[in-house]
């Protein structure tokens, strides 16, 4: 069963930056697409960033130019760097991974493994 655990969040002031770690157990890492995802107060779960295995990126519209999503195949592990923090990105963010081996999407319901969350919060 693969298992992931997210780690990084925290209270920073507007302008801030924040980096995010996620890291895998229980199952293949490397071929797979890991994203991230956050979830606001009173709003849907959405997307913010993906890498696949091979290293391509995307983004949400709302945070390229600021946030960069790199992994490290030897450690299991996905990153989100977080700069130029707003408080509009204030919420909890999930890593997931891709349902499908080497299949690239930026969409929720293609990703079914998930990790717990962890809250970031950007003061004004």
């Known amino acids: 069963q693969v298992q992931l655990v997210e780690s990084g969040g925290g209270l920073v002031e507007a302008g801030g930056s924040l980096r995010l770690s996620c890291t895998a157990s229980?199952?293949?890492?490397?071929?797979?697409?890991m994203g991230w995802f956050r979830q606001a107060p009173g709003k849907e779960r959405e997307f913010v960033a993906a890498?696949?295995?091979?290293?391509?990126?995307s983004y949400a519209d709302s945070v390229k130019g600021r946030f960069t999503i790199s992994r490290d195949n030897a450690k299991n592990t996905v990153y989100l760097q977080m700069n130029s923090l707003k408080p509009e990105d204030t919420g909890v963010y999930y890593c997931?991974?891709?349902?499908?081996?080497?299949?690239?999407?930026?969409?929720?319901?293609?990703?079914?493994?998930w990790g717990q969350g962890t809250q970031v919060t950007v003061s004004s």
């Open positions: 890498i696949s295995g091979s290293g391509s990126t």
């Open positions: 229980g199952g293949t890492f490397g071929p797979y697409q």
């Open positions: 997931a991974r891709n349902s499908r081996l080497y299949y690239r999407s930026t969409r929720l319901d293609e990703f079914n493994y």
